[in-house]
């Protein structure tokens, strides 16, 4: 007969092993990060870029994490259901990459204190509920640039697919540049009030060649405008990723989102213990935002002005919506000698000047 | 300049009705002998990622066109199965193919992701071609384009003069006395699904293959279910259909172009999107106000099961 001592000390002796074995596991075993897309990943665009971030993740952590993902989740209930399950399933971190997932996420991360989440493009944050977003808008500027120096008909066009903020930077960021080397360029808007229809992007597309655009740019999901400009001989500036399988005489450059680094830096200060809540809006100078390869077409001197350029936003002495910044209507929204902050640059709301189209009334 | 303008409003219009006119045409054959298939979207999704693949693969967009078709048939030989055969509710089985279709799509899609097709040129006809704005808009366009018009031409002569024809609508309207007289309810409904899901299938190949030289997830975009609003908003007429899908297309098409003008817009254009839907609803409330216009109009049987009884 055991003492009860005795069990007692059996039974600690078992609780001590068993907490050591688990331990053991956690420090061990890797990490599982999970992501969340909105769409399929595909080979180009807003999901594949970030799938791009997280297999450059995964091979610089290589054995401290396994990542898994879940693509196509529709921004409603299901990425709730999605998002929980996730937390549930033990991954230590949670990436959502689409806006929508804002509310869903906030509700299930405070249901799992002990998960670190981090979203994409959204504005709410928690004690473990984190931010993260590029600016894109210093890519569209440079892209636009480009566009300003190589149109013959000063007619851009531009497909976009809804009038939101982060829409309306690119459109005016383009804008700016384009008309920082050619006061005469104008950029016309058609809004197609859809992320992804190619049917209607492409006929957006050739609809603003047909309007005398000879270069053309998109804020949609497909490679479809890339491809009607190239069918037609006329130039593009891609968006996303480097569209130039689609379009290889037709793109100029194009606006690539770049997650890696940033997905590799925060996974690790998670593993580290030294996360906290995070607010990441980077641009080039992180690495965030990166221009595709010049394209044949653009001659050396533009390529030159590029690189200068680029230095400079890198560098912080050139800001795309340094002031004067004058609103379709002419009223000064950003006096000479000031910079928009970033709470501004999150409300946008209106067309620079040298936008052709009106905005949609609300 | 002006005149220029309205030739390409007018181009494109005849482009993006096209897919419309075949799925809807396909479809209205379908529904005519009593049969109601909701699942154009599913079908025109399956034609579209298998024209793309045969397109692809032999380089040639008629192969396309034609395993395009065989597909949508196939997929509409599925739910002949289901509601034909064995009975199945078709609203509910069309619903699922729609939403299978789609689905099976992005599954057979994934390798074909990143390839793009050589833009397919236009057919030009010689002489014609050349007459101001008709000639660019009737005369210098994309095969398919001509080919939905000889589509529209034998389904008119098809069910308004010929003997098959007469007997197919005599199956939509009364199944019952048609199997009494001694003709094949079961087999001809048979045939006129398939017909139906090959044309979709066609519709879906046009997409893929001739309109966007690519495939994406998805590119179908809701193509299938404004083709069968279509059908209800021609009352189940051939030439309506025609006509409608230049309406529907070109309201899309006139929007892009008053936008790109940059041109006060009053219309948001989420409204003009929805036009199609509205302007079935309208019809439809308007033709079921009373019982005659509903019976001039819809196949009587349309969409009721039928079981010979011997």
Known sequence: ?362 | MQDSIFTAILVATVVAGTPLIIAALGELVTEKSGVLNLGAEGMMAVGAIAGFAAAHHSGSAIVGTLAGMAAGALMALIFAVLTLTLLANQVASGLALSIFGVGLSAFIGKPYESITLPAAATLRIPLLADIPVLGPVLFNQQALVYVSWALYAAIVWFLYRSRPGLVLRAIGESPASAHSIGYPVIRIRYFAAMFGGAMAGMGGAFLSVFYTPLWVEGMVAGRGWIALALVVFATWRPTRVLFGAYLFGGVMIAQLFVQGSGAEIEIPSQFLSSLPYLATIIVLVVISRNVNTIRLNSPASLGQPYRPDA
């Not at chain 1, 033990?90 to 991360?109: D, I, P």
């Not at chain 1, 995070?278 to 965030?288: R, S, Y």
């Open chain 1, 1 to 362: 007969m055991l003492h009860w001592r005795g069990m007692l000390k059996i039974a600690a002796a078992l609780a001590g092993a068993m907490g050591f074995a688990a331990s053991a596991i956690a420090a061990d075993a890797p990490a599982s990060i999970c992501f969340v897309y909105i769409s399929p990943i595909g080979d180009s665009g807003w999901t594949y870029q970030h799938d791009l971030g997280r297999k450059e993740m995964e091979k610089a952590l290589a054995g401290k994490v396994t990542t898994k993902y879940v693509e196509n989740v529709a921004e409603g209930a299901d990425a709730e259901r999605v998002i929980r399950e996730l937390a549930q399933s033990g991954c230590r971190v949670v990436y959502a990459t689409s806006f929508g997932y804002m509310n869903y996420m906030e509700k299930v991360s405070k249901q799992f204190p002990k998960v670190t989440f981090m979203h994409a493009t959204g504005y709410k944050t928690g004690p473990n509920f984190g931010i993260y977003n590029a600016r894109f808008y210093e890519g569209r500027y440079l892209n636009g640039v480009i566009a300003g120096k190589m149109t013959k008909s000063n007619v851009i066009g531009y497909v976009a697919a809804f009038p939101i903020p982060e829409v309306l930077q690119g459109i005016n960021a383009y804008t700016l540049g384009a008309r920082s080397v050619n006061p005469k360029a104008e950029v016309r808007v058609i809004w197609t009030n859809s992320w992804y229809d190619p049917g209607k992007e492409r006929e957006a597309a050739n609809t603003l060649i047909s309007q005398g655009a000879d270069v053309v740019t998109n804020h949609t999901d497909s490679p479809a405008v890339v491809q009607a400009a190239e069918e037609k001989g006329k130039y593009a500036s891609g968006y996303h990723s480097d569209m130039s399988k689609y379009g290889p005489k037709a793109q100029l450059s194009s606006t690539m989102h770049v997650w890696g680094d940033f997905y590799t830096k925060a996974t690790s200060d998670v593993l580290a213990g030294t996360w906290k809540t995070t607010n990441v809006w980077g641009g080039m100078k992180d690495g965030m935002i990166k221009l595709a390869p010049l394209g044949a077409a653009v001659p050396a001197d533009v390529k030159a002005l590029v690189a200068k350029l680029e230095g400079e936003i890198k560098a912080g002495t050139l800001q795309p919506f340094a002031g004067p910044v004058i609103n379709q209507d002419g009223k000064t929204i950003v006096p000479a000698g000031k910079n928009m902050t970033d709470e501004e640059l999150g409300k946008m709301d209106y067309f620079v000047q040298g936008v052709a189209s009106k905005l949609p009334k609300k």
